[in-house]
């Protein structure tokens, strides 16, 4: 008797490629797209000067401290009110976008932080607000007890803060392989396949081979029983 010999199919791992494989092309694409971002965004440039606050003859020392804080605060706002933005050659948008200004919680010092895609601009916008800020304080020196001085004016910077384009390869790297993390665990996993479930059955052995179910024996018909002929009354 011929039997049909069973197909064997391949693991599903090697016939479709593994899940796995989405996370090296999300960091290549990260990567991909961070060098990108950074070779071709335009480098910026900071500049830092510092201003401090000082009390004038018959003032408390403690105030100085209170009102570098107040001017800290509202160093751009000063600044646009003032000339600063026409001493730096900028908008008064650019100065709120481009300026920052930090205080020291121990001590009566303002750092102006302005940045530029050009470093004589970022240097024109620090030293710009610093001589804004001792402009105002001058003005209103008679009432606050205090006044702003220049501590030191900005230097030219020699090399953009910018992250650079071997930099944001790195970092969009790691996110693109963040990313692929989280879809290979959000990702549902992919049921069996028809033709694999479909094979994996196993077929009925023929009667009489071994771990064939044994077939049910066939129960006899009844009888029909014979008719008597009954004997005839004398």
Known sequence: MNTTPTRTFP????RRPGRWAVLP???LAGAALGGGYGALKTPQYAAISYVIVVPAEKSD?????????AYGRVATDIAVTGDAQVWAGVTADTLRRSVQAATSPDA????ITARADKPAKAVSMADGVARALVLNSTHVAGSTGVKVVQFSRATKPVAPV?????????????????????VLLVRPKRGTPRGEARHSRQTPAAPGTPGAPASSAAVPAPAVASHQPEPEAV
Do not use: D, N, W
Request: charged fraction near 0%; charge should be neutral.
């Open 25 to 27: 092309a999300a960091v």
């Open 108 to 111: 009566p010092m303002i750092s």
């Open 61 to 69: 020392p403690a105030a100085a401290l209170g009102f570098a804080q």
């Open 11 to 14: 693991p599903a791992g090697l």
């Open 162 to 182: 910018s992250p650079s384009a071997p930099l944001s390869a790195l970092v969009g790297a790691c996110a693109g392989g963040l990313l692929g993390g989280l």
